[in-house]
């Protein structure tokens, strides 16, 4: 049974940090690339950032390009996401997706989400 399971998220001080986490099972995780989302109360979902199979990583949001980071450790089958100095813009549902090929057929799994709340 394919899975992502998301933890790490919940209740952040402005200028903190959290750490999420995305665990993948029931699949090749080394062979699939993940991205990262995040969907703000009525905004659209936003893409955040992206690692490769080869750990090659790019920031999208140019309003968290200096604080994020992410990371893979494929031993433990987990992909994360450093985020530091929180904001209160920050405060969103994260997302997480994997994504790849295996024999020629493209897969697309997501994790449920976790919320993620930036206050004082």
């Known amino acids: 049974q394919v899975q992502l399971v998301e933890s790490g998220g919940g209740l952040g001080q402005p200028g903190g940090s959290l750490k999420l986490s995305c665990a993948g099972s029931?699949?090749?995780?080394?062979?699939?690339?993940m991205r990262w989302y995040r969907q703000a109360p009525g905004k659209e979902h936003e893409l955040v950032a992206r690692i490769s199979t080869s750990d090659d990583t790019e920031i999208y949001l140019d309003s968290v390009k200096a604080r994020f980071t992410v990371s893979r450790d494929d031993a433990e089958r987990t992909g994360y996401r450093q985020m530091n100095t929180l904001k209160p813009e920050d405060t969103a549902v994260y997302l997480c997706n994997a994504y790849g090929a295996i024999d020629g057929r493209f897969f697309d799994y997501w994790g449920p989400g976790t919320q993620v709340t930036v206050s004082s």
């Open positions: 029931g699949f090749p995780f080394s062979q699939f690339a």
